[in-house]
């Protein structure tokens, strides 16, 4: 009804619609103008995102006309640094021009190719050119990999002979496939970082102790600097095996990273008992796994004894206010730790009052932990607040 009380006539739905923007034409040029957002002169990194692209250009991505494109501004600049691309399909439909995708990709050092979808055909020129390529870092993160794709990046992991890092995270390796990875980075002359996290079971259960062997066996035989296996289903006795490599004196391994496993407090027992006789481990990365009270009373027990641990995250533990302030009471300055992340946990107003003490007498200073203290009026007492 209108404000006069009579019946209103207006029907939103017989409104016309605007006419729609037509797209606009994708050129090198653009790829050039958007370059100079993002980086510095001179342009060596190469961005490219699918939905940052459709955004701008009011239409849908194109596989084969707009790769074309993207292939020719890659092939007219020979000093490109990094290329990082995500969420594109590159179709087999004209090898030609994935040919010279990967022509172009040959003196780049750090490829990201995130979110795709690649053909077998792509992983097979990429092993032909593994003589030839200059990559020192490698993420296919998001991106599935077949048995035929995994088989042929073990292949290129064999020839190549500059690739430090590898990162299949989220790439859907199974228990089956995963060993050819593994085996792979095994017996490269120069991979030294591996990424594989989210393993699956397939129909199967993930057999984690099976799993544990091999990443066993490589961090014994391969020297791996860094490792990362988030979300791998991995249970306290699996750290059983892991722990006593880094307790050796052969373990070169710097960069640990299980978060979100099911470790639980005897897997921290494992690993902070071993680390503590160990002589290399920089950090540490047990988020999300459930180590509870007891877990973080063995972290408080054995910390001080880490003599390199310089980055610890535990957040997301589940763990008690008691031990998260034996926690806390052991640093002790000169400081030795970077980065300590307990947010996710428990905590009382004593944790608030250690944590004060900390920060103000700069034993630990705020870009090194993620959380800090505030005075609530209503509590009439300080409290733990989140520190970003």
Not at 337 to 347: P, V
Request: one cysteine or more.
């Amino acid at each position: 009804m209108c404000d006069v009380g009579l019946p209103c006539d207006y029907d939103p739905c017989s409104c016309p619609k605007p006419p729609p923007v037509p797209g606009r034409k994708f050129t090198t040029l653009l790829l050039h103008c958007w370059q100079r957002e993002y980086d510095k002169r001179p342009y060596k990194n190469f961005q490219f995102r699918r939905l940052d692209f459709e955004e701008r250009m009011n239409r849908k991505y194109h596989c084969l006309r707009d790769f074309r494109v993207i292939v020719r501004y890659l092939t007219e600049c020979h000093k490109m640094h990094s290329v990082s691309i995500s969420s594109i399909v590159i179709s087999n439909w004209e090898t030609r021009i994935m040919r010279e995708f990967v022509r172009a990709l040959r003196k780049v050092m750090q490829i990201e190719l995130k979110l795709m979808k690649l053909p077998y055909e792509f992983f097979v020129m990429m092993r032909l050119s593994a003589s030839v390529w200059k990559v020192t870092h490698l993420s296919l993160e998001g991106t599935p990999l077949s048995d035929l794709d995994v088989s042929m990046l073990r292949e290129f992991l064999l020839a190549s002979e500059t690739l430090l890092s590898l990162n299949v995270n989220h790439c859907g390796l199974t228990q089956y496939n995963f060993c050819l990875i593994a085996d792979g980075v095994y017996k490269s002359k120069t991979v030294n970082c591996l990424n594989a996290s989210r393993l699956l079971g397939l129909q199967l259960s993930l057999d984690t102790e099976k799993m544990v062997s091999i990443i066993g066996s490589l961090l014994m035989q391969n020297g791996l600097v860094e490792l990362t296996m988030q979300q791998c289903e991995f249970s306290a006795q699996d750290m059983e095996v892991i722990g006593e490599y880094l307790g050796s004196k052969q373990s070169v391994l710097r960069k640990l990273n299980l978060a979100s496993n099911h470790i639980a407090a005897d897997g921290a027992l494992y690993l902070m008992r071993n680390l503590a006789h160990g002589v290399r481990l920089e950090h540490l990365d047990i988020s999300c796994n459930s180590i509870g009270t007891h877990g973080g009373e063995w972290i408080a027990k054995y910390l001080s004894s880490c003599r390199l641990l310089q980055h610890l995250y535990i957040n997301y533990n589940e763990i008690g206010a008691e031990a998260i302030n034996l926690i806390l009471l052991t640093l002790k300055k000169p400081c030795k730790m970077k980065r300590l992340n307990i947010y996710g946990n428990h905590f009382d107003a004593r944790t608030a009052m250690i944590l004060r003490r900390l920060l103000d007498s700069e034993v630990v200073l705020h870009e090194e932990i993620d959380v800090s203290y505030t005075f609530d009026e209503d509590l009439n007492d300080y409290r733990v607040v989140p520190w970003r």
